[in-house]
């Protein structure tokens, strides 16, 4: 009964597309749990490079089922799209499965996400703009569209009609916008539901099901542990939860059914919005970091912003998930550095810090307390297994292994599929 969950355990963009897509090959099911096309995953096969925002990674993998879980939230349009540039470059979707229970972003989530951004001024998220808090706003709100409402049209009318009562009051009194039309929305819904008809599943059925079969079925995470509504840099995260727990909520999956967690960790650190981020670099390391390590969003395009490695960060990261194991994604981009600074503690107001602070107070003024650790000059992405790095380069894993509270189990040499050491299997 194999279930991994595999998720971020930074502020997202840690590599999670590789991982997943590495282990993709020997499972049976990879699933999205929560999320929508906010995340955005680089995946390398061959000499190919995909770009993807709402499917699984696992949809690169012939053998098996990606699964688009209840937590997620489905902009019907990014799907439709992203299912047939796949199909045009000849890869096979039609294994995909949709949860019923996912929500749908609709046009007016997205309008109402870039209105509320703007209004917010500087005291904006920075969020993607795709619609996803509004999308989750509504589903706790009670006036969520589901995947499910398309193929009843009276149903999708009334609900339409009951979350554009206040929202059109909202956008035309407060926003000065013009009233989005019901009828207008509704025929747009309804446009997709045949497309997205073969793809209707009762995902959870089907993934206990496979689970009490003994098939491996893999949650995949989008974004990461810091941008969690519960367990992230509160406001300034994402609206849903890509922590662990989110993985048994988002799919209807058990607890006692989850056998491994593992957290993708970058050997630096990145973000993307709005927010604290204590060892954020504005010179021309986080320069280097940018440019030798690509920080630009899949999704967004926006320049990502860099620093060195917070062990704080990942020992939070390994208790609120139960952590069983890191994937160390991006060593490679280190190479050339005398020494790395790797940030060991906080200094607050004078005070060490060794743990996360749970004030957001505190952590808009957590100063990084470092330690310089020795570089290493020579190419590592050749390197097969751990004893081929460079002295300092294992020096760095293990260090960064002892500090952050659970074993390195794979670390990420490269971008392409074969560029990763694995020091124990994941399954
Ligand atoms: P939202 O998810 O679009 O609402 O954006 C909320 C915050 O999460 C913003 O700071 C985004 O930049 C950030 N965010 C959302 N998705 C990702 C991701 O996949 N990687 C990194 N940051 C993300």
Not at 14 to 29: I, N, P, Q, R
Not at 67 to 74: A, K, R, S, T
Not at 131 to 139: E, H, L, V, W
Not at 229 to 241: K, R
Request: aromatic share 8%; proline share 5%; charged share 20%.
């Amino acid at each position: 009964m194999p279930a991994l969950v595999l998720l971020g355990a930074q502020w997202g963009d840690e590599g999670k597309g590789k991982a997943t897509d590495l282990l993709g090959g020997s499972v049976d099911y990879v699933v999205r749990y929560q999320g929508g096309n906010n995340a955005g995953h680089t995946v390398v096969v061959g000499d190919q490079k995909y770009a993807l925002h709402l499917l699984p990674s696992g949809i690169l993998s012939p053998g098996c089922t990606p699964v688009i879980g209840n937590g997620v939230v489905v902009d019907p349009s990014v799907l439709l799209s992203e299912l047939s540039g796949l199909n045009e470059r000849g890869v096979d979707t039609s294994k995909l499965l949709i949860s019923g229970n996912a929500h749908i972003i609709t046009p007016y989530n997205v309008t109402v996400d870039k209105v509320t951004e703007r209004f917010l001024g500087k005291r904006k998220i920075g969020t993607t703009g795709r619609g996803i808090g509004p999308t989750y706003a509504d589903k706790i709100n009670r006036v969520g569209i589901r995947v499910q409402d398309l193929y009843d049209e009276s149903i999708l009318t009334q609900k339409v009609e009951a979350a554009l009562d206040v929202k059109n009051q909202m956008l035309t009194k407060l926003y000065n916008r013009r009233a989005i039309a019901v009828e207008q929305v509704v025929e747009e819904l309804l446009g997709y539901a045949d497309k997205l008809a073969p793809y209707v599943a009762d995902t959870v059925l089907v993934l206990n099901e496979a689970l009490e079969q003994d098939k491996v079925v893999l949650f995949e995470g989008g974004q990461g542990t810091l941008l969690d509504i519960d367990h992230g840099t509160y406001p300034f995260v994402t609206s849903s939860n890509p922590t662990a727990g989110g993985a048994c909520t988002g799919a209807g999956v058990g607890p006692t059914k989850i056998s491994r967690v593992i957290g993708i960790l970058k050997a630096y650190t990145t973000r993307v919005g709005a927010g604290p981020f204590p060892t954020e670099l504005f010179d021309e390391d986080g320069e280097a970091l940018r440019r030798i390590g690509g920080e630009r969003g899949v999704t967004t395009g926006r320049d990502r912003r860099c620093g060195w490695f917070d062990a704080v960060i990942a020992r939070y990261a390994t208790r609120v998930n139960g952590l069983t194991d890191f994937f160390l994604t991006k060593l490679d981009v280190l190479t050339g550095w005398e020494q790395i600074p790797v940030c060991v503690a906080y200094e607050i107001d004078g005070r060490r810090v060794e743990e996360l602070p749970y004030s957001q107070t505190d952590f808009h003024h957590a100063k990084p307390v470092y330690e310089m650790l020795p570089g290493w000059n020579e190419d590592i992405s050749k390197a097969k297994s751990f004893s081929d790095l460079p002295k300092n380069a294992q020096a760095y894993v293990k260090a960064l292994e002892e500090m952050s509270g659970a074993p390195i189990s794979a670390i990420g040499v490269g971008p392409g599929r074969t560029e990763t050491i694995e020091i124990n299997s994941f399954l």
